[in-house]
């Protein structure tokens, strides 16, 4: 007979956890259709900040929705881990929150378990020492199960997800859970397309709901982004790439141009300029058939790990024409 692993305590509220994923989210709808806690993305690695954090952040707040915030993980040891620890702080740094600040550590590639237990202890010690705000480890329910160890249980409560079950299932390592997610195939007025939806506890909250301390870290940047221009009648390569001081090299790149004599009006082009010049940042990709994401790395000057890791990609090796690619170029 199966065996389910029960809430510590009553369910408290209603809540959804949302990135850049959900788009221009309507805050006001989505607390009228009964939502009163949202976990929001605000960092992944080290240096990237999701592009809709501040307006996710200002969204929930002015509508009333309970606030907490997650960092994507993406160390390899635990030196990088207290680093991505103090970048997460340090974004969140001035802003409200209300619930635990939540761990999201999915990507392993060959670390052993005592080595992302090492990390996942480090990230979260750190975290809490920084923010003075208690920490909450999120993760699936078969991990929970056979990848944590009974220390880190013992020391931070449980954020589970397992879609399709009216219940998690049962582990020894935690006595029950303050956050469940239990689809990552929601729908919320006020959000486009599918959303992660969560039960929680009132233990899922901080045992201080303010502020903060201190003033939050610069949004970092490359000192370039991509911006997408349309081609004028009468351009060419060498006019765009004086006009936007790039080179004709790095826009036959950026734009997979088989020939550089060959541009038309009205066609969409990539340019890379200073992070400062005026144009509204281009951050995704539309994968096209025989591409690869090596090749798209390659091309837009990132690595296979971070669009991975941004993207969330459990095997790098697939991706499929049509899927729109994140490219961390605006972080």
């Not at 469940?180 to 009132?202: A, E, H, P």
């Not at 994401?293 to 991975?308: E, N």
Request: hydrophobic content about 35%; some cysteine; proline content about 3%.
């Amino acid at each position: 007979m199966a065996r389910y692993l029960e809430s510590l305590g009553d369910i408290a509220y209603e809540g959804l956890d949302v990135s850049v994923y959900q788009g221009i989210i309507d805050f006001a709808r989505v607390r009228a259709a009964g939502r009163t806690a949202v976990y929001i993305r605000a960092s992944l690695g080290e240096d990237y900040v999701d592009p809709r954090f501040e307006q996710n952040y200002a969204g929930a707040r002015e509508n009333g929705l309970l606030v907490g915030f997650y960092h994507y993980i993406t160390a390899r040891d635990t030196a990088a881990a207290a680093r991505e620890a103090r970048f997460f702080v340090g974004q969140i740094r001035g802003k409200h929150v209300d619930m635990r600040l939540a761990m999201d550590f999915e990507q392993f590639g060959n670390l052993s378990n005592a080595q992302i237990n090492d990390i996942a202890r480090t990230f979260l010690d750190t975290i809490t020492v920084e923010s003075g705000k208690e920490a909450v480890i999120y993760t699936g329910a078969s991990r929970a199960r056979t990848l944590w160890s009974a220390e880190l249980a013992n020391d931070y409560p449980l954020w589970v997800a397992e879609y399709g079950a009216a219940l998690p299932e049962y582990n020894d390592k935690w006595a029950g859970w303050v956050g469940f997610q239990y689809t990552d195939r929601g729908r919320v007025d006020g959000i486009s397309g599918n959303v992660d939806l969560d039960r929680f506890t009132k233990g899922i909250l901080v045992s201080d709901a303010s502020e903060i301390p201190g003033t939050p870290s610069p949004k970092p940047s490359t000192g370039t982004k991509l911006i997408c221009v349309t081609v004028r009648r009468g351009d060419t390569l060498s006019s765009l790439a004086r006009e936007y001081g790039t080179t004709v090299q790095s826009l036959v790149q950026l734009n997979d141009l088989a020939d550089p004599n060959r541009i038309r009006a009205g066609e969409s082009l990539y340019v890379r300029v200073a992070s400062d010049r005026e144009g509204n940042c281009c951050d995704t990709y539309e994968v096209q058939r025989g591409d690869t994401l090596t090749a798209i790395a390659r091309r837009f000057g990132t690595t296979v790990s971070r669009l991975a890791g941004i993207n969330h990609l459990s095997n790098p090796d697939v991706i499929h024409p049509g899927q729109t690619l994140i490219l961390g170029q605006c972080g």
